[in-house]
């Protein structure tokens, strides 16, 4: 075989193992909660809980400044 073709071969298995070993090895979600204790459960979620909400305000933020005409690094306040 050309050196091409060996090294796509070889790449290819290499990239194909660590998926594969990641996928088997590497806990899903639910296994992850299934796995903490209840007062890191109850610190989880509220991380979760105060994440989500700096998200929902990040895109409220974000839908406001696209409904404007002004660029987006423009932070000047409207004084209308």
């Given at each position: 075989?050309?050196?091409?073709?060996?090294?796509?071969?070889?790449?290819?298995?290499?990239?194909?193992?660590?998926?594969?070993?990641?996928?088997?090895?590497?806990p899903?979600?639910?296994?992850?909660?299934?796995?903490?204790?209840?007062?890191?459960?109850?610190?989880?979620?509220?991380?979760?809980?105060?994440?989500?909400?700096?998200?929902?305000?990040?895109?409220?933020?974000?839908?406001?400044?696209?409904?404007?005409?002004?660029?987006?690094?423009?932070?000047?306040?409207?004084?209308?």
């Open positions: 075989m050309s050196k091409t073709i060996k090294a796509i071969v070889y790449g290819g298995g290499i990239i194909g193992t660590g998926y594969a070993l990641m996928k088997f090895t590497v899903d979600e639910e296994q992850m909660r299934s796995r903490l204790s209840p007062e890191l459960l109850r610190e989880y979620d509220i991380a979760r809980a105060k994440s989500q909400e700096k998200n929902r305000a990040l895109r409220e933020q974000i839908k406001q400044t696209a409904a404007t005409d002004r660029p987006a690094w423009d932070f000047r306040q409207d004084k209308e």
